[in-house]
């Protein structure tokens, strides 16, 4: 009934029909919502809300109110993550997890511009099912979170972030609760661009210095709103003010230099600069992931952690998810996967174009580090070049993530 505080749905977060966990229940439409779901049990705080009326009887719960204990709340663990999926199954469940966070996120941050506060236990939940993702499929859910459009660009690049810090940290080993810290300062590291219009966010030329300005106020506009939020991880603060932060001191706000940087911050530059690199803006085409750590290659020392990028392209392969590239038998192909424990040059392709025929062929799946296999990788490519409009459907296996 109306006024009563939902702690906890019968059903996992990608099934629930609101991305929070918990809520007061003040919309009959909410309410419609959860009767239509048809749950087999509703926890309810009876201390932050009106009780469950007589006779209804509350359901078994360890206490004598259904109410969350924060220590239920565990930072993932590799040891604890679910047994992988085919590439199908992963696939079909990363779609659905990047679109349902991407809605979770965007709500998060329309509040926030409307000056409400942050859940941090609700972000949690999303770094958590991301995270999950990330080290049971390896580079599915890194793929397709790359994949944006305009309309979502800003929320996407969140989920992304989130996903490839999380992915950084397993592979520098970090502790869980690291990890976990990790991907929500990933989450939350451009929140202050709810205090940037959408105007000057979205537009397609180049930027006023006005505009520009504005656009470099983000950090610290982030960093305010963050600090407002009771327990608030002190790693999600600091990225959120320092991710353009360069080595060289050339970075904003403060102009930070060397080791005067975090190790998170130059962690998060990272992660956002190669999203924000890879990604279709209005004003630019993403580049190739491939090319995009080439480029980044070249921004070591200067801008970038080279001991940090080094554990990021081994994270994500010399070769990540949707680059194209030319095999040794003058054909083109996709990389689809990356096993782990293979050879970072040999990933596995589904190739479906001729180049001497000049025309697409049916296609067919590689796995490069196969033993015995001769086909070998000689270079990278341009899907411009050889007028190739969606290189992407031949990896994701459909249309490319909303």
Known sequence: MLGMYVERLGRSWLENPFWKRSFLLESPSDLERIRATRLSEVWIDTARGLAPPEPVAAPPVPAADAVCNEAEVQAVSVANVA??????????????LIERTRQ?????????????????????????????????????????????TADNYTYMHSVAVCALMTALARELELAPEQVR?????????????????????????SLSDAEFSSVRAHPAAGHRMLIEVD?????????????????????????????????YARMGAICDVYDAITSNR??????????????????????????????????????PLGTLVRLQSERLAVVVGQAAGKTLTSPTVRVFFSIRAGTCIAPCVIDLAAPGCQERIVSTESAAQWGLLDVDRYWVGEAAVA
Not at 83 to 96: C, D, G, Y
Not at 116 to 127: I, N, R, T
């Open 83 to 96: 047994p992988a999926l085919s590439r199908e199954a992963e696939m079909a469940h990363a779609r659905r």
């Open 104 to 148: 979770a996120v965007q709500t998060m941050f329309d509040e926030a511009r409307m000056g409400k506060a942050l859940a941090v236990g609700q972000a949690y939940e999303l770094v958590d099912d991301i995270a999950s993702s990330v080290l049971r499929g390896g580079g599915v859910l890194l793929g397709l979170a790359r994949l944006k």
């Open 181 to 205: 810290s990790a991907g929500l300062a990933g989450l939350l590291h451009d929140i202050g661009k709810m205090a940037v219009p959408s105007s000057i966010l979205n537009k397609p030329g």
């Open 231 to 263: 327990d608030i991880d002190p790693v999600a603060l600091d990225v959120c003010l320092h991710h353009h932060e360069k080595l060289d001191g050339s970075g904003y706000p403060k102009g930070l230099c060397g080791e005067e940087i975090s190790l």
């Open 282 to 319: 209005p004003y630019k085409q993403g580049w190739c992931p491939a090319e995009s750590l080439r480029r980044m290659a070249a921004w070591r020392g200067g801008h970038l952690d080279a001991t940090l990028f080094a554990a990021f392209v081994k994270c994500l392969g010399i070769y």
